[in-house]
């Protein structure tokens, strides 16, 4: 069983940052990518910024410059410091890990339970 805890979430005035976590717990081998998405109200859920293994980041365009992602291996967790926050940024994030368990060794997708982030300008 693995089981993911998302925290960080809030609500910020715009320019403002917030910084996100997401730690797996669990029957755990590896964690290969780890990735944020969000969804905003009334719209699809989208990708935010992935990181690899090896640490290749890759952010959407909306986001460049402003949010930075990263890991610690060791906790199993993943990161997303967002600075320079806009309205546009308010939406339910989640954190999506492919994990590999112990026995399987298969590797799977897992979702966070989701965090609110509000913006208001």
């Known amino acids: 069983q693995v089981q993911l805890v998302e925290s960080g979430g809030g609500a910020v005035q715009s320019g403002g940052s917030l910084r996100l976590s997401c730690a797996a717990s669990?029957?755990?081998?590896?964690?290969?990518?780890m990735a944020w998405y969000r969804q905003p109200p009334g719209k699809q859920r989208e990708s935010v910024a992935t990181?690899?293994?090896?640490?290749?980041?890759n952010y959407a365009d909306s986001v460049k410059g402003r949010f930075l992602i990263s890991r610690d291996n060791a906790k199993n967790t993943v990161y997303l410091q967002m600075n320079s926050l806009k309205p546009e940024d308010t939406a339910v994030y989640y954190c999506?890990?492919?994990?590999?368990?112990?026995?399987?060794?298969?590797?799977?997708?897992?979702w966070g339970q989701g965090t609110q982030v509000t913006v208001s300008s």
């Open positions: 999506n890990l492919q994990i590999v368990t112990r026995g399987s060794y298969t590797q799977q997708n897992y």
């Open positions: 669990g029957s755990i081998f590896s964690v290969n990518t």
């Open positions: 990181i690899t293994r090896s640490t290749a980041t």
